[in-house]
């Protein structure tokens, strides 16, 4: 039987030494991925914590290039229940971006859900834990009645007025229907970016997609890299070895394409010069992906805050030190404070 997805063993967003192993596995080819495997069979196998996120990707490279392993044999209708699972999660995500399309709201498709039909190989590799859908902030108060009156609730703290919507960049939504994944209803693609105007580039950058049988839009590829690698290097209760795919799978598909200043400019605009560097490092370590990208944003330069900042985030609630709760607080102060600042300064503007 394959693995559930578990829960990640480490005190870091980063990956462990064994989900490494998994992630070359399933990532690289010919004799790199093959002693990947073998190591990672020796350290314990696909059932270590956290490595349940990849293994549509894991099984199907070892299906290639190694058919005969027992495990693979061993789990022949894994990956037709994935794709019967991801059929039902598109199902359910192009419900909602219908609702808010009969509302007039313009939408955009965030992190597994876009990357699923973008940079994935098929949508039915890359696991999906929720949904997560971009609105415009001046049509996030009714995308909100839209849901509310189809039946979903609101986690507490959903924001009532305008101003509210600077203290965070994102609101939970349950689903009428126990069954389908919770919503993440965003007016910010980061949360580091909350001012009225920060999404604008996002929005404009943006490119046609396809959920199910719904139209909406996605990030362009230099958006949905840094939104992955902001989003992978922080720490949560949830192992987040998919981003390390994210990234790397992103990177592949824009070989030759990909707009290194326009992707340098939003890291610094967003705040998010730290996560980049340190993302970036891993995923070439891990996978060989992104060196050069990774050489071009060296050269941004981060504050002994932001870095100090930074790896507090990807701490371990657990272990996380007072200095380090702290410079977390600060740096949410600072992020609200500049938006509101600049809301003013825009307000205040003949």
């Known amino acids: 039987m394959a693995p559930a997805p578990g829960s990640a063993a480490a005190s870091t967003a980063f990956p462990t030494a064994e989900q490494k192993l998994a992630l070359r596995a399933s990532l690289l080819d010919g004799d790199a991925a093959l002693e990947a495997w073998r190591q990672l069979v020796a350290a314990g196998g696909p059932e270590r914590p ?25 789990n022949p209708h894994f990956l037709t229940l994935c794709h019967l699972k991801t059929r039902a999660i598109q199902e359910c995500a192009a419900r909602i971006l219908r609702l808010l399309e009969d509302a007039s ?29 971009l609105v415009p902030g001046k049509e996030v108060f009714r995308a909100m009645d839209a849901l509310l009156q189809a039946g979903f609730l609101a986690s507490p703290g959903r924001p009532r007025k305008p101003a509210d919507l600077r203290a965070n960049h994102a609101q939970v939504f349950s689903p009428p229907k126990r069954h389908d994944p919770i919503l993440d209803l965003h007016w910010h693609v980061l949360a580091s970016a909350r001012n009225d105007d920060d999404d604008a580039p996002f929005w404009a950058a943006a490119r046609p997609l396809r959920i199910g049988n719904a139209a909406t839009l996605g990030l362009g590829p230099e958006d949905q890299l840094l939104h992955a690698l902001v989003h992978g290097v922080r720490w949560t209760r949830m192992a987040h070895v998919r981003w390390v795919a994210d990234a790397t799978l992103i990177l592949r598909a824009t070989r030759g394409t990909f707009r290194t200043d326009h992707f340098l400019e939003a890291s610094v605009r967003c705040d ?31 504050s002994r805050f932001a870095e100090r900042a930074f790896k507090a985030r990807a701490t ?17 102060a600072i992020w609200s404070r500049r938006a509101r600042r600049r809301s003013a300064a825009r307000t205040s503007r003949p």
Do not use: C
């Open 50 to 74: 956290g490595i349940g996120w990849i293994t549509p990707l894991l099984l199907t490279n070892l299906q290639r290039l190694a058919p005969e392993e027992a495990w693979v044999k061993a």
């Open 105 to 133: 709201v313009p939408t955009l498709a965030l992190k597994g859900l876009a990357l699923g039909a973008t940079v994935y190989p098929s949508p039915d590799l890359r696991t999906v834990s929720d949904l997560d859908i």
């Open 272 to 302: 998010a010069v730290a996560p980049v560097q340190e993302g970036l490092r891993f995923v070439a370590e891990v996978t060989g992906e992104g060196a050069d990208l990774l050489e071009s944003a060296r050269a941004l330069k981060r």
């Open 316 to 332: 371990a609630y657990e272990e996380r030190s007072v200095a380090d709760r702290i410079a977390l607080r600060i740096e949410t």
